[in-house]
């Protein structure tokens, strides 16, 4: 097979713009399903955070590194399964999930994208097609998100969706397990909640450890070296009210972080918040 014909073996078919079905109150705008999701990030119409699409559906963060690197990465999302539960990896050059769903193609099918060089943010692009090489692996990697269909059935709110805002990030002094270039803070995702609504949710989210599991936390931030609550490093502020506890849970963003600070030529995530969404029932995660 020639260049030309490999490079247009590893090329997704093209396909008309999704139309989206509804709109949800406190929620951003639905679609059919996650096919039709992913067919709106890769045309352009999709481009804010996911937080609440496609309920029922699992929701994946990515990480794309040159090969020089994919190996140590995924020792340490071995060495760290809270932060860093794997779904998915790629074959070098494939740009192709394979087990994740219909034609996903992680250069287009995020709605938006950050890109690292150097550990510096370069960009935040639509796709990144352009930069994707024959040496790349792609990661997926379980999301907190997959989860909170199951909290809001069993009855337990989540303000950040309510809000229509991205969920808060932030970065504790809680350290991960290290390999030799990758190693860095453990972050988390939080969600405020009523005792009984956090014991609830504890009970639920144990049971799906591809989606980062039970909470890490709850109760005082400070604890694990959050000093303000209404200052998350990514994502957005969501209050807690009188009587609320803020539980916390690993997040995804962890690997972006560390990465970061090791400081590869070239890294590309998604932005926080932005995930994939895949074909998988959440049910397929417990």
Request: hydrophobic content about 40%.
């Amino acid at each position: 097979m020639t260049a030309v014909e490999t490079a247009q073996a590893k090329r997704v078919p093209e396909h008309p713009a999704p139309m989206p079905v509804h709109t949800r109150p406190g929620a951003s705008v639905a679609y059919a399903n996650p096919y039709s999701a992913r067919l709106a990030a890769r045309s352009g119409v999709l481009r804010g955070h996911t937080s609440g699409l496609c309920d029922g559906y699992v929701q994946a963060n990515i990480v794309m590194l040159r090969d020089t690197w994919a190996n140590e990465f995924l020792r340490f999302c071995q060495l760290n399964p809270k932060p860093c539960p794997l779904l998915d990896v790629t074959e070098p050059g494939v740009p192709v999930f394979r087990h994740l769903g219909q034609d996903v193609d992680v250069r287009r099918d995020v709605p938006r994208y950050r890109v690292y060089r150097n550990g510096e943010l370069a960009d935040e692009p639509a796709d990144v097609e352009a930069l994707w090489t024959d040496d790349m692996v792609a990661f997926a990697i379980g999301c907190s998100f997959s989860f909170e269909h199951a909290l809001m059935e069993a009855g337990v709110p989540l303000r950040h969706i309510a809000m229509s805002r991205n969920v808060a990030m932030y970065r504790t002094s809680v350290d991960t397990i290290g390999t030799s270039r990758l190693a860095g803070k453990l972050v988390v995702s939080m969600r405020p909640m009523s005792v009984p609504d956090a014991i609830r949710s504890i009970e639920i989210t144990s049971r799906m450890p591809r989606a980062h599991g039970a909470p890490v936390h709850f109760g005082d931030p400070a604890a694990i070296g959050i000093a303000d609550l209404a200052q998350p490093d990514w994502g957005d502020a969501v209050p807690v009210q009188p009587g609320e506890v803020p539980v916390f849970w690993a997040c995804g963003v962890t690997p972006q972080a560390v990465v970061q600070q090791a400081r590869p030529e070239l890294c590309i995530t998604h932005a926080p918040g932005h995930m994939l969404i895949t074909d998988l029932r959440t049910a397929a995660l417990a």
